[in-house]
């Protein structure tokens, strides 16, 4: 799951004065300012022909997974003994665990993704800022938010241009080189229930943006589209994937022989 930090949300949309408007180079100087975080640059793309850049966290990174784990273990009620991201991966899958039904989890989840944010923050994003060119300028504030905030949970990402349903092109998009939650994970059920489908719920019910997320389950990568609608479920590719060849379950199931069809791979927590 992944969602902007309220400060970096906040940045996103930089004010613009009389006197920074009257001088381009201090504007910049001033934009940039406001837009620093913990993490590197959001449009800072990996270079041509290279792998996946390697991410190291910051002090402030290591806030925000213990800030997000906190709320993790207060969903579920339950904490794993081992620290720092293996710890939280050991929560979310337990998450996994105590939900009856994958939409029970997914609930579970955008509850843990709304209590990250003061509610009346996300009230007046909806109300003020979402309706703004028909959710445009909100689509790229929280395609840099998140860019910005979340590469802790995520890895190296950089903001790109999408095709929105109108046909045109916006810079409302982020783009994941290799998600390590979900190569942590070693689950397709964990990235679909516990942040591809909540993730894309809580956008879209308490920020009032359209999100379709696209995960890649070859390379890892994850391709965020704000402001374009997800499809139905039943046309949803990334639900009708087979389980991750390093999945340990799918593996003892290949070893069993149950998994010799396409549909005996399928991960049954989807």
Not at 13 to 24: D, I, K, N
Not at 83 to 107: C, D, F, H
Not at 139 to 164: D, E, F, H, K, Y
Not at 231 to 245: F, G, Q
């Amino acid at each position: 799951m992944a969602a902007p930090c309220p400060p970096c949300l906040l940045r996103a949309l930089p004010p613009v004065t009389s006197s920074s408007a009257s001088s381009p180079g201090l504007r910049r100087r001033h934009v940039s300012s406001l837009l620093r975080c913990s993490s590197p640059s959001a449009d800072a793309a990996s270079p041509s022909g290279e792998g996946p850049r390697e991410y190291e966290p910051s002090f402030a990174d290591d806030f925000l997974l213990a800030f997000f784990r906190a709320k993790m273990v207060e969903e579920v009620g339950w904490d794993s003994e081992k620290p720092g991201y293996t710890g939280l991966i050991e929560v979310a899958n337990r998450l996994m665990v105590k939900g009856k039904s994958a939409l029970e989890t997914e609930q579970s989840a955008v509850r843990v993704l709304r209590s990250l944010f003061p509610p009346l923050l996300l009230v007046l994003f909806k109300a003020l800022l979402a309706p703004i060119a028909n959710g445009q300028l909100a689509s790229m504030m929280v395609a840099r938010a998140t860019a910005l905030s979340c590469q802790w949970l995520m890895g190296p990402c950089s903001v790109n241009s999408v095709t929105l349903s109108n046909g045109k092109s916006l810079s409302s998009g982020v783009f994941v080189e290799k998600c390590k939650y979900l190569e942590e994970s070693k689950c397709l059920g964990v990235c679909i229930n516990t942040c591809k489908l909540p993730t894309q719920t809580f956008f879209k019910d308490h920020m009032g943006v359209d999100l379709y997320m696209e995960p890649n389950f070859e390379d890892y990568s994850c391709q965020f589209n704000f402001g374009v609608p997800p499809p139905p479920l039943e046309a949803d590719k990334a639900l009708k994937e087979p389980c991750l060849d390093i999945c340990t379950n799918a593996r003892r199931r290949r070893e069993l022989g149950t998994g010799s069809s396409t549909d005996g791979l399928q991960c049954p927590q989807v």
